[in-house]
Each structure stands twice: as C-alpha cells, then as structure tokens.
C-alpha cells in the first residue's frame, strides 16, 4: 500500500531551523519526482520545492530560495526538507507528494501520492 508519512514539524521561533522528513512506502523514490507543499492558513497549498529523478531538476519558489533544501534519503525511502531561518510566513501545514512518471522535469508534474501534512508554526 503506497503510503507517505511526514514528520518532523513543531513550533520553532523566527530565524530557527527545522528538518521535515517524509517517509514513503509502497514506492521507490528513487524513481519519481518528489516534492513539498506548503499550505498557510487561509491559503492554498503552493508548491515550494520539487526534485526529479530522471533529468535531476531543482526548483525553489521565490519565497524559500536560499532558504529551503530538498533532499532525498540514501536507500532509506525517505524526503527530506531542511528549513533554516524560518519567518512567520513559513507557518503552515507542509506536505510531501510523489509522482511516479518517467517524464522530466517537476514543477509541472501531477503529483498524486500526498502525505497528511505535518503542521510548522513560527512564532514569538
């Protein structure tokens, strides 16, 4: 059963660091695009982060570049997302996604296997 589990959320102040991990079974990420979802409160989920396998694409939005690392785990099944100098705009529920497709590239990929969001609160 093809399942993803995040955690590694909590509450953290500004300028602090936190290392999500999302651990997947049911599926090899070694081949498929990965990602990280980000959902503030009252928003919608905007993707952050995405690695692929196939052609070894990176992306960052604007709002974590320099910030946020993406990673994936060596033969541990497992994502990882590091965040460091956190601001009250990264509060929210965090999401990992994976899609298993041969294609490049994964900004535009349909991510389709999702994990149940760890929730990061940056605060005074």
């Known amino acids: 059963q093809l399942q993803l589990v995040e955690s590694g959320g909590g509450s953290v102040q500004p300028g602090g660091s936190l290392s999500l991990s999302c651990a997947a079974s049911?599926?090899?990420?070694?081949?498929?695009?990965i990602a990280w979802f980000h959902r503030a409160p009252g928003k919608g989920r905007d993707g952050i982060a995405c690695?692929?396998?196939?052609?070894?694409?990176?992306y960052y939005s604007e709002s974590v570049k320099g910030r946020f690392t993406i990673s994936r785990g060596v033969a541990n099944n497992t994502m990882y997302l590091q965040m460091r100098n956190l601001t009250p705009e990264d509060t929210g529920v965090y999401y990992c996604?994976?899609?298993?497709?041969?294609?490049?590239?994964?900004?535009?990929?349909?991510?389709?296997?999702w994990g149940r969001g760890t929730q990061v609160t940056v605060s005074t």
């Open positions: 049911g599926l090899d990420l070694d081949y498929s695009a």
């Open positions: 690695h692929s396998s196939i052609d070894g694409t990176i």
């Open positions: 996604a994976v899609y298993r497709g041969h294609e490049p590239g994964c900004v535009m990929a349909p991510y389709t296997s």
